[in-house]
């Protein structure tokens, strides 16, 4: 993964809870900035390194995930205190998602290709992100085609207690029955065959590598995806499940 530094501090997003801010960088790109001093912490930033880079090694269309270095001071002239506290606590490296300019909101899951909403499903079960859904679909549009973003929600049970990933991976995960795509899914089955075999222990390591110590102990979350990724069939029919 790439690693760039933050160089202007563009505009907050106030949309969300976590408050991510648009920045250019010292190659010349624009930015979302997720901060690690927000409110979730740094494990939504491991969630979203995480679930980001697994959705780019199965082919899934995802802005590219880099770490980016803050410097405060590159928001100084930002008049409002809660951005202000925000930059400080989140001094040093944070991840940041490539921009899209002119992308649209999502709204209609009849322009999504059916394999391609199966497979979204798929990682959606795999990682356990529950922020998939009608009201918030975290989708845009862009150049025609339909781009994941936001992925902080993910391995949401690890942001709580990650002590025995094998169980978690076990449990249910009945909030996939709110997916946005999941009516419009093609087989999760054919998903499936399609992607469990690219999460192997080479990918895994490679995830693994990619977590910074400071933020949280990737042992667990490779953990839980191996034994997810292993136990696959079941959550597959968990979603068949709830869409009959």
Partial sequence: MRTITATRYVTPFRE???MPALVEADDDGLYVLKFRGAGQG???????LLAGELARA???PVPEVVFCGLDPRVGAAEPDPEIQELLQASAGLNVALDFLPGALAFTDPETVDPALAADVVWLDSLVMNVDRTPRNPNLLRWHG????IDHGAAFYRHHRDDSDPEAIAAQPFGLIADHVLLPRAGSLADADARLAPLVDDALLERL?????AEWADPEPYVRF???RVAGSERFVQEAEHARV
């Avoid at 085609?145 to 994941?148: A, I, V």
């Fill in 16 to 18: 969300g809870g976590s």
């Fill in 225 to 227: 995806l191996r034994a």
């Fill in 58 to 60: 199965l082919g899934l």
């Fill in 145 to 148: 085609s339909t781009w994941l």
């Fill in 208 to 212: 693994e590598g990619l977590i910074p």
């Fill in 42 to 48: 740094p494990r939504a930033l491991v969630a979203e």
